[in-house]
């Protein structure tokens, strides 16, 4: 049985020893240090970045609104602009956020991407990566965690005290937990300190517009990254127990570190766009455009689908021509062609997003082999910065077009007449207080609960790994030697 107050010596042993050494103190303020400047630009760069978002909005908005009497289909295709808001915690995190669009042009018959995403706009550095509180918790962290505690054992089989220990009653059971542990605090120390810093970032730049499920997701922030850093912990103190020298312990967790963080990321991610390629994004549009023309132009009055739906129409209400219908018959027409041409759209897209799907879970799946690769998805997903997020904003910012081209078609419908005007006559137009009545684009973030559950074999993955390396401690404690 394991003795809590020995277990609790080698812990206090690892944390203290850590603190008084000159030189980890040194490379621990630098991490503390680097966690501030991350804060501080993520601050800085989601105030800027969300007050222009903010600031042509209301701009999009105004100049909609102060547009003159029109005819609505002219409105329809003046089109409006949406901007994807950033999430509060993307101080945190920036995941996705500087390679995917921000703003969609939305107009009547045609769907666009988001674009003017800040790679678009940055030099070639940005590859390199961004300096964020969770890249530095995620990379730089485990790093300084296998650097302070490769030698956590390997030292003392070397120099002969862990044979002494074993010798005056220490079980192998209360040293490799005990120092797991010490390990953790460390680590867990560092992550307190990051949140109390992001707490400060959020508060200094939302104040009282900080909710609780933002306070929810800092949580779920620090209760994943705990997890993360007892898996660190307790694969640093497993290899330095089974390695012979602290020399090796040391090859071996950078060979780790390597792997996780640089090798299996990438590879996994070559290996699903090998596996799931998706089209370029002229083939994709020209794939839409061909299944359009398939089924009919509704700008031509004589295209076969519309010359058959008018016949019906005419039909159903007993007239002759189109003049006589008690509604206007363009409006009408263009509806079913907005219908029409979304539906097509839509079918292309799932099957588009069905391809990313299919990439991204090849990558999610690894995460069972590799922690770094669980933490991160569900690190991205907190933060409101992952693809899940962005597809959202994609799909959101579609149905507000939808409903904007549609509610213009009914405006025609119901206020513009069939009868033609005279050559002296004003062009048909309606009230331009009828563009007020729609409202604004409002983006609805997924909750927490839907976030986690999106996530959920991430989340299995890193406590699968905290199991069973707890198990192989309990394994290893029965056979492992002390030379």
Request: proline share 3%.
């Amino acid at each position: 049985m394991m003795n809590i107050s020995t277990t609790k010596l080698f812990a206090a042993q690892i944390y203290w020893n850590t603190l008084k050494n000159k030189a980890l103190r040194v490379l621990l303020g630098i991490v503390a240090l680097l966690i501030i400047y991350a804060a501080f630009s993520g601050a800085l760069i989601y105030q800027e970045q969300t007050q222009t978002r903010q600031h042509y909005q209301h701009e999009v908005r105004t100049n909609w609104e102060k547009m003159p009497d029109k005819h609505p289909h002219r409105m329809a295709h003046y089109g409006y602009i949406v901007f994807r808001p950033k999430h509060l915690l993307s101080v945190f995190d920036y995941g996705m956020e500087s390679f995917t669009g921000n703003a969609v042009f939305l107009e009547a018959h045609r769907q666009n991407s988001a674009n003017f995403s800040e790679a678009g706009f940055s030099t070639g550095m940005l590859r390199f990566g961004e300096i964020s509180m969770s890249m530095i918790l995620q990379v730089l962290v485990p790093l300084v965690i296998f650097f302070i505690g490769f030698g956590a054992i390997a030292t003392d089989r070397e120099n002969g005290t862990l044979k002494m220990l074993l010798s005056q009653g220490a079980t192998w059971k209360e040293i490799l937990t005990g120092k797991a542990i010490g390990l953790l605090g460390i680590a867990v120390s560092v992550l307190l300190f990051a949140v109390v810093v992001l707490l400060v970032a959020c508060l200094g730049i939302a104040g009282s517009q900080i909710n609780g499920d933002d306070i929810l997701r800092i949580g779920t922030v620090l209760l994943t990254y705990t997890l993360y850093f007892s898996i660190i912990c307790l694969l640093t103190v497993i290899i330095s127990a089974v390695s012979r020298t602290a020399k090796f312990s040391l090859v071996i967790l950078i060979g780790i570190w390597l792997t996780a963080v640089v090798i299996f990321p990438r590879t996994a991610q070559a290996i699903g766009n090998f596996l799931y390629h998706t089209p370029s994004r002229i083939a994709f549009e020209a794939a839409v455009e061909k299944d359009l023309i398939k089924k009919g132009d509704s700008h031509n009055p004589d295209d076969p689908y519309y010359k058959a739906l008018k016949d019906s129409v005419l039909k159903a209400y007993h007239v002759q021509s189109v003049d006589e219908l008690p509604f206007n018959y363009g409006g009408f027409q263009m509806k079913e062609g907005e219908r029409l041409s979304a539906d097509i759209y839509n079918q292309h897209l799932a099957g588009l997003l069905g391809i990313y799907q299919q990439q991204n879970n090849v990558l999610r799946l690894s995460a069972i082999v590799n922690p770094f690769t669980a933490l991160r998805n569900l690190s991205m997903a907190v933060s409101g910065t992952d693809f899940q997020s962005y597809t959202g904003f994609q799909q959101q910012a579609e149905t507000y077009r939808y409903a904007l081209a549609q509610h213009m078609n009914d405006l025609q419908i119901k206020y513009i007449s069939n009868k033609k005007p005279d050559d002296h006559d004003h062009p048909p137009s309606i009230s331009k207080a009828h563009w007020k009545e729609f409202p604004d684009f409002a983006y609805q973030r997924a909750s927490l609960g839907t976030v986690m559950y999106h996530e959920l074999w991430s989340l299995l993955a890193l406590l699968c790994w905290t199991a069973g390396l707890l198990l192989l401690i309990k394994l290893l404690s029965n056979k492992l030697k002390a030379i």
